[in-house]
């Protein structure tokens, strides 16, 4: 898929089940990403499949969550989870866009539909997330979208930032 090909391509985000090949796939890349920025090392199948181990994304379905894939034309190329924390809060997790989808409009239309799921399907009054100090474009992109920096409301231990954004 070339920077045109995308330009010009159909944009879709629909709920899937973790468990579906493509949203695996997903899970999988975002978890690469994430280990190899952190570790600033390349990564492997048998250190990605541990991490999804020790943190695994099954709450990421009703009742307890969702989790939504993007696609550009009929191709995967982003995902996020919306997990309850409360009845009041939900928290946006397993944000991921591909790099070949970057800058095309995908975050932005991932963040919409979290925050509609939020507010639509749990009754959420503010959504949450943490990230990471290493994840500058993904700090951005939050402060963008109108989230705001807040206290530590978990205790991930990777997490240095954390954001919170009332929900309309």
Do not use: Q
């Not at 990421?60 to 190329?77: C, K, Q, S, W």
């Not at 932005?108 to 100090?133: C, K, N, P, W």
């Amino acid at each position: 898929m070339t920077t045109d090909d995308l330009c010009t391509a159909e944009l879709t985000t629909a709920p899937l089940p973790v468990s579906h090949p493509d949203a695996v796939t997903l899970i999988r890349r975002y978890y690469a990403e994430l280990i190899t920025r952190y570790y600033r090392r390349p990564t492997d199948d048998t250190e990605i499949s541990e991490v999804i181990a020790e943190e695994p994304s099954d709450d990421l379905a009703p009742p307890t969550g969702m989790f939504v894939v993007a696609r550009i034309d009929a191709a995967p190329v982003g995902c996020l989870g919306v997990r309850v924390l409360d009845p009041d809060t939900v928290e946006l997790t397993r944000m991921f866009v591909a790099p070949e989808a970057r800058r095309k409009g995908v975050a932005g239309s991932l963040i919409a539909v979290a925050e509609g799921i939020a507010r639509d399907t749990f009754g959420a009054r503010l959504i949450r997330l943490d990230t990471r100090a290493d994840l500058v474009e993904a700090r951005a992109l939050y402060a963008r979208h109108g989230y705001r920096e807040i206290e530590r409301y978990n205790t991930d231990p990777y997490a240095d930032h954390w954001f919170e954004k009332a929900l309309a």
